[in-house]
């Protein structure tokens, strides 16, 4: 059963419990591999936002999760973010906020592969707390 399709967490970086069930994948040049669950562990997956304030040089992780087990899975992701009211566009290298004609109130285009809006958010939450059982 799948828990969640192919996707990049649209954060700074999520910091993720699992239980004991397998599931968790990530994609490395076109294959995927298993995120085995190990004891007293923590995952920490980089988020898209993550990879566009550091210019590329963080890489997003792509991943997906299919509960490959007999059991119950449950994981307990936390997705680190910054309160969207606040304008990060003073993290961006000047040139490249040229380059991107970003200015605050603009959503801003993210590679290929997703978008990130700044100052959208209406609250203000720094971290999304979530449990998620397939
Ligand atoms: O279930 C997991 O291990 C990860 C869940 C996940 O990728 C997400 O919540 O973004
Ligand atoms: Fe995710």
Redesign the pocket.
Known sequence: MW??SP?F?NCLM?I?K?DKAD??EIEYKGDWYPVKPMEDCIVVNIGTLMEHLSDGNAKAVY?R?KNTDDRLRC?W?VFLAPNLNRDMTQMIDLKRRVKLKINTAKALRFHKRGWYKFNTFEKSETAIF?K?I?
């Open positions: 828990g969640s996707h967490d999520t993720l699992q599931g968790l991943h999760v994981a992701p979530a998620i397939v």
